[in-house]
């Protein structure tokens, strides 16, 4: 049973560029969350995607955005990047049963200069 | 709104003392609790959870957890610290009715552990 994966682990991007992040859930998994953790803080809920469609957004603007694959893997994407996007992104996977225990990936670690 | 918070942002104890870590909720109702440790720049590793039933429940690597109702509480026990403990401690509620790994995480505290 493979785990949940992130890639890249580390990128670093211009003020105002756009990323892509990618997740692929632990197998048998339908939901996938991410998460931002900035430097010495605890994760913020980013949103969530329940089999393809967003159930749940936290807050965070509309230059963050988001899919999810049918094979449920998971991309999160950030328009106009600005400095304080800078933090950990997590991305966490759920068995979407209705228990709430989220597995997370080990990250990708975004520097914005 | 729910919330979470753990009062301690850091904490030094001595390899073989005793550790508590404190955790205070904001919930509703019946909480979905979890202890989960980081790593520097790691990912997040679940060590216990309490879903329902006995209040106190059993982790991995010796860590254990209590729910307290009356004091909106899960703290986080570990009977004999080793140095390979020392991270970054998150505890977590889940949020929304749906329940589907939505988490709400408190400010982290940061464990160090003398030789």
């Known amino acids: 049973e493979t785990g949940v994966t992130q890639s890249p682990t580390h990128l670093i991007k211009t003020r105002g560029q756009q990323v892509t992040l990618r997740c692929s859930s632990q197998?048998?998994?339908?939901?996938v969350s991410w998460y931002q953790q900035a430097l010495g803080q605890g994760p913020q809920f980013i949103f969530q995607?329940?089999?393809?469609?967003?159930?749940g957004r936290g807050n965070f603007p509309p230059r963050f955005s988001g899919l999810q694959f049918p094979n449920y893997s998971s991309e999160l994407n950030v328009n106009a990047l600005e400095l304080d996007d800078s933090a950990l992104y997590l991305c966490?996977?759920?068995?979407?049963?209705?228990?709430?225990?989220?597995?997370f990936g080990q990250g990708t670690r975004l520097t914005v200069v | 709104a729910q919330s979470v918070t753990q009062p301690d942002i850091h904490i030094t104890v001595s390899e073989g003392a005793s550790l508590e870590l404190r955790c205070n909720y904001s919930?509703?109702?019946?909480?979905?609790l979890f202890w989960y440790v980081q790593s520097p720049g790691q990912g997040l590793q679940l060590l216990l959870k309490?879903?329902?039933?006995?209040?106190l429940v059993q982790g991995i690597k010796g860590f254990e957890a209590e729910f307290k109702r009356s004091q909106s509480s899960f703290n986080l026990r570990k009977p004999s610290v080793h140095w390979s403990d020392a991270a970054e401690y998150f505890c977590?509620?889940?949020?929304?009715?749906?329940?589907?790994?939505?988490?709400?995480f408190g400010q982290g505290t940061t464990l160090q552990v003398k030789p």
């Open positions: 966490a996977s759920s068995p979407g049963t209705g228990v709430p225990e989220a597995f």
């Open positions: 197998s048998g998994h339908n939901t």
């Open positions: 995607y329940y089999r393809e469609e967003e159930n």
């Open positions: 919930y509703g109702a019946t909480p979905y």
């Open positions: 309490y879903f329902s039933g006995d209040t």
């Open positions: 977590a509620v889940a949020h929304g009715s749906s329940n589907t790994g939505k988490l709400i």
